[in-house]
């Protein structure tokens, strides 16, 4: 497992997302970190649909890469006393950089993607060394986490070298 990026994800509350960033996690080799009051990763419903896109995943789970820390802003703090850069997401958020701006330098990144529901919050986004945006066109106002998650991941994996 890659130790350079983390993606968190602020309260994932949909079993098909949760599968789907799990999923992601595998596949990419990277951690995942839930915070506040997310599904459990071990819910029968997420388990399902992993199985269904992974052989034997019922009888032998893979979720050694994913961690639930119920403070997002301990744990926010605990990784930036570890070393990590903090990356907030965001589409509409005026100040946040287009990811094409960005360059993920050496050092270690954790992504962090906010709720479905009302995004970061003012005094989360505080918490964050750098907010960035995927820009978007044609009156399209935001990706679920999802969707965007993928696009964050492999474009700092792959500055990084890493993919
Ligand atoms: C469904 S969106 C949240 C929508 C919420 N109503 C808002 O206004 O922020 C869930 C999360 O996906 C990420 N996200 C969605 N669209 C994005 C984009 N275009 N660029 C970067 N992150 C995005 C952000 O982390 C956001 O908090």
Redesign the pocket.
Known sequence: MKKELILLFDTLRDPRDLAEVIHLGLAFDIEIELTGNSIQPTHVKVINILDSWIHDFRDKPQLDHISIHSDFSKRITALKKQGYKIIG????IAKAKPLSKYEFGKGKYVI?????????SAEKQELMDEI?????KNKT?????RA?API?AFEALRQKGLI
């Open positions: 997401t965001s589409s509409t962090v993607f906010g709720t479905e529901t009302s995004g970061l960035l945006s995927v820009p978007m106002r935001f990706f679920t986490v965007v964050l």
